[in-house]
């Protein structure tokens, strides 16, 4: 792969062997904890094994060329280091493009411009973050290109303002910190108003993670998205008469049934149990892994989709037809949506003896209630953003 890749740098810029260097980022999953981030509570994703490879190759002048394996009809992108401005033809470009802007609104010095080749292996339109993903690979080899005096925290931090600034999405900051700070065999449990977090072995004993990607088309995803996030500030607002709280992920289940009456609007309080309730599920979720208790765990994802349908309404028929389907299927220890909802996936987690079943029975039960093709990963826990050293490749 990654020995392809350099020579794909060397057809697709011209190049010789000298001074390429590769790195890698990994896409995400969050195993529990959904539309909990900009609520302030806590998430639970991990790294995975596969992401986005960048390789590069430093210039003597402050011009940038930009290619993607992925994206081949777009053709080769190219700016200058002094015009950093969004540009909608520019399309995935904007991304690698809006992280250098912001390295350089912190005062971070990149005086010279580089020939970079991204290729991504992860399913295109699977919510896996794939944005994020080339976020931090261009956040990490420009940290490493230029020598800058910068930590992972500080790049997840900048990687998440590039996105709400740049690009214009308004998103939390899990996808950026999962990437980042991924363990090789862990999740990570994310307080998202600290920053605090601690690492967690993910020993699942004889079974793996599945995703299943619905191929569902998302046009709903990114309006009632914003949607949920109003109708939660609503909520806190309310509760923020009688109680001197910031987020409503500082809230209890106790708490919140003791003081949901303040919530004016019933659907505002549907949205603010489920981010309470999810917030208690998840950090209740870490406990049950340490304790080794998988079953436990699976049991929990249950209650989290069943939340995510009926409190917070960001499910679908094709979300909750992949879900119920594999709640039915021998060998599944849990399973529910994952991401920001109305299509995109699940994660399952399913016995190993019993994977090739689980594919072949969900896949049919899908095709044949929903007509549509379902597309399933069988998936490897890795590592954070990084570069990958010459002589491994």
Known sequence: MN?????????????SDEQIRVFFAPGRVNLIGEHTDYNGGHVFPCAL???????????????????SMNAENTGMIE???????????????NYPKGIIHTFKKHGYVIDKGFDVLFYGNIPNGA??????SIELVTAVLIKELFALQTDMVSMVKMSQQAENEFIGVNCGIMDQFAIGMGKEDHAVLLNCQTLDFTYTPLRLQDASLIIANTNKQRGLADSKYNERRGECERALK????ELSIYSLGELTPEQFEQHKHLIQNPVDRK?????????????????????????????????????????????GKELDALVE???????????????????????????????DLF???VGKQYKEKIGLTADFYVVQVGGGATELVRETI
């Open 3 to 15: 020995q392809n890749l350099i020579n794909q740098f060397i057809t697709i810029f011209n190049s």
């Open 49 to 67: 094994s596969i992401g986005t490879y960048a390789a590069l190759q430093k210039r003597e002048d402050k011009m940038m060329r930009m290619y």
């Open 79 to 93: 700016f200058s280091l002094d015009r950093l401005q969004y540009e909608e033809s520019h399309e995935w470009a």
């Open 127 to 132: 919510g896996l973050s794939s944005s994020a």
């Open 238 to 241: 309310d509760l923020q008469v």
């Open 271 to 315: 949205r603010a149990k489920h981010a309470v309730y999810e917030n208690a599920r998840t950090k209740e979720g870490v406990s049950k892994l340490q304790q080794g208790d998988i079953a436990g765990f699976g049991e929990l994802m249950k209650k989290s989709h069943e939340s995510l349908r009926d409190d917070y309404e960001v499910t």
């Open 325 to 355: 389907m594999a709640w039915m299927q021998e060998g599944v220890i849990g399973s529910r949506m994952t991401g920001a909802g109305f299509g995109g996936c699940t994660i399952s987690i399913v016995e190993n003896n019993k994977i």
């Open 359 to 361: 594919i072949e029975q």
